[in-house]
């Protein structure tokens, strides 16, 4: 400029931002009319801070999904009022401050009825004393 040079100015490094990677080790364990999902946070956050999840699910192979929980505070969620017997699939991505990440791994699982697992069946007889009405 006219004036010549100025002072120069102190520079900045800066980390572009960008969304989170996916969700690690979805695991999806089936109860009466619910699923429980877990995972682990990305390994990658994008610069900034993971806010929040968003699960979607798919009940017809993932042809179709739809949002389960928009907005997860955690590394985990029950998903509750489906259908036992029903096959369903889920995904979770991340959110921080430059959006939404990309899914995780699928895992599919069933809601199911609870059920009583009997493995043995009890004896009633057990304990009667075998030699009754005979002599000594």
Do not use: C, H
């Not at 999840?53 to 489906?82: D, K, Q, R």
């Amino acid at each position: 400029n006219s004036g010549g040079a100025g002072i120069p100015s102190a520079s900045t490094v800066t980390t572009p931002l960008t969304v989170p990677g996916a969700p690690a080790s979805l695991v999806a364990t089936g109860g009466d009319t619910s699923v429980t999902l877990s995972w682990t946070a990305p390994s990658s956050a994008g610069g900034s801070t993971v806010s929040s999840y968003a699960v979607e699910m798919s009940s017809n192979n993932g042809a179709t999904w739809s949002v389960a929980a928009g907005s997860v505070g955690g590394v985990g969620v029950t998903i509750a009022g489906l259908t036992n017997g029903t096959s369903y699939k889920f995904r979770v991505s991340a959110r921080n401050a430059a959006g939404l990440g990309s899914a995780s791994s699928v895992a599919t699982t069933k809601a199911q009825s609870a059920r009583l697992n009997i493995t043995k069946r009890p004896r009633i007889f057990d304990n009667i004393p075998r030699n009754i009405g005979s002599s000594p």
